[in-house]
């Protein structure tokens, strides 16, 4: 038994090496030699192998295609959405320098952090902060009009209340100056889809506002310059105080929670005056309405140089006729307006008329001359 | 000789050399897993050495047939493992999970150890890079393959025939 697992030992050695020797002798000879072997088992034995793995090969090039192209559309969609939120950022800011361009002077550029999950969510972290030259009681503005004001200054940043936060309080006005209010959060009755609007209350009750008139800051108490937009009108509101001044909801220009970078201007900016940095569409409107009336005055001058000439025309043509026994004057002013404008007409000069010969009151002879008076104060 | 252990083995080897031309392109990893080495080992293990010295040289030529310069490289790789894996089995006559592993990672590194020094393709730091980082890796993932196979085709392989 023994005898023969050493005889077994060794015919497997010797397998081995035989296995050896020829796995050596086929990879030392040259390429075209072993070139036969490789051929028949590539078309033989291997070739069944070799279409498999082509298979698995192309499942694996569509795998890696499709996810390239899954990735390439993400990239897309996120460009493209990111490419969004650039291009407003890009606009806000380009809307943010010609603010800056209009205002000259007496600003702070600032970034506005949104503080989330605050207790105050109506206010506004701003990057800027007394070292910038920031005091408190400062208006932040916004391109499209008033945001809200500085209540803490920090050396580095500073905190401001929106026109949404319960203290908050500016006078306003329309643009033609025909009403005045006072403007403060809307705080609705506990609807948080109205809680961003505004109300201008204590609106005289003469004082009608037409639903889409531009409000603006109206400059009285000092905060806010005269100028400045709050918003638009979008209805009147019942108050209690409703008999005797009106309340009007207010849409504000600004959405606090799109702002992301302000200006925010110095005291003796804001006391300088807002002119030319918003324009208000009052003025815009009496320019139009300014061109309508002189448009409309050229033509008055010219419709009543036409009339006159027109009537001019009839009293010439009257008097070259064969002058009548009657005298009866023609009424020009009718046959004026019976008859069409004519054309110019030549200008014929006028007969002098004969000046008819003025009566001469008879002399009161029954009463006689009084005597001048004396002057009794004056001596001769 | 028991026919039914040949005719599975045969089977459990040749599903094993199928996944080693599908599953392995299809996976593209860059240290794949290497089916034709597992299939060696477990057929080498139920073989006497000088058969599974064959077997690692014919099924090392027919892996050769596909590579352009390194033809024998391969043949002289799985002849030495397949001999290898059938004696140490035949010595230290144990089928445990852990055994199977530790052979299936040492007869990877020890094949491509035979074939890139065989093939000479590479040299230096690269062949260095290879040995020790790729082939290692390489071995660790046929072997933790090897160990999955073998579980999961166990009862193939210890199915009693009536």
Request: one cysteine or more; charged letters at 15%; hydrophobic letters at 50%.
């Amino acid at each position: 038994m023994a005898r023969t697992s050493r005889f077994s030992s060794k015919v497997d050695l010797t397998i081995f090496v035989v296995c050896l020797f020829t796995a050596l002798v086929i990879a030392v000879v040259p390429g075209p030699a072993r070139e036969p072997i490789a051929k028949s088992l590539r078309r033989s034995v291997m070739a069944p192998l070799v279409r498999l793995q082509r298979g698995a090969e192309r499942w694996r090039a569509a795998w890696v295609a499709a996810e390239r192209n899954a990735a390439t559309r993400d990239t897309l969609a996120l460009r493209a959405f990111s490419a969004a939120s650039l291009e407003a950022e890009n606009a806000q800011l380009r809307r943010l320098l010609g603010l800056g361009s209009r205002l000259e002077w007496g600003f702070v550029p600032a970034e506005a952090i949104h503080a989330a999950g605050r207790a105050e969510p109506f206010t506004l972290t701003l990057t800027a902060g007394s070292r910038a030259g920031v005091t408190v009681g400062s208006p932040v503005v916004a391109p499209e009009g008033m945001v809200g004001k500085v209540v803490t200054v920090d050396p580095t940043m500073s905190i401001a209340i929106t026109f949404s936060h319960v203290d908050f309080r500016t006078s306003a006005m329309t643009a033609d100056e025909s009403a005045f209010g006072i403007v403060s959060p809307h705080l609705g009755e506990g609807s948080d889809s109205t809680r961003y609007l505004l109300e201008m209350r204590g609106v005289p009750y003469r004082s009608q506002i037409k639903p889409g008139t531009v409000v603006y800051a109206a400059g009285i108490g000092g905060v806010f310059s005269r100028g400045i937009p709050i918003g638009t009108i979008l209805q009147e509101i019942q108050t209690p105080e409703g008999s005797w001044s009106r309340t009007y909801l207010v849409r504000p220009a600004v959405n606090p929670g799109l702002v992301s970078s302000v200006m925010i201007m110095s005291q003796r900016r804001a006391n300088s005056g807002m002119d030319g940095v918003w324009q208000m569409t009052t003025a815009l409107d009496s320019a139009v309405r300014g061109v309508a009336v002189a448009g409309d005055s050229i033509a008055r001058a010219d419709s009543a140089a036409r009339a006159a000439a027109a009537r001019r025309a009839v009293i010439d043509s009257a008097a070259r006729l064969p002058r009548p026994v009657d005298t009866t004057r023609v009424d020009t002013a009718a046959a004026a307006g019976q008859r069409p404008a004519p054309a110019p007409a030549r200008v014929v000069p006028r007969p002098a008329a004969p000046r008819p010969s003025q009566p001469v009151a008879p002399r009161d002879t029954a009463s006689p001359a009084a005597p001048p008076l004396a002057d009794t104060v004056r001596p001769r | 000789m028991n026919w039914g252990v040949v005719i599975r083995t045969a089977l459990v080897c040749a599903i094993l050399i199928v996944l080693h031309f599908t599953l392995r392109p299809l996976l593209g990893w860059r240290a794949g897993i290497d089916f034709i080495l597992i299939a060696l080992v477990f057929g080498a293990v139920r073989m006497r050495p000088g058969l599974a010295a064959i077997f690692g040289l014919l099924l090392g030529l027919a892996a050769d047939s596909l590579t352009v310069n390194s033809f024998g490289a391969s043949g002289l790789g799985m002849t030495v493992v397949g001999y290898a894996a059938s004696y140490l089995k035949a010595v230290f006559f144990a089928d445990n999970v852990a055994l199977n592993g530790f052979f299936l990672f040492i007869g990877k590194w020890v094949f491509d150890v035979i074939f890139f020094l065989m093939a000479g393709q590479l040299g230096g730091a690269e062949l260095v890079m290879q040995l020790l980082v790729w082939s290692s890796l390489s071995a660790a993932v046929t072997a933790i393959a090897g160990v999955l196979s073998l579980t999961l085709l166990r009862p193939v392989l210890e199915a009693r025939t009536t």
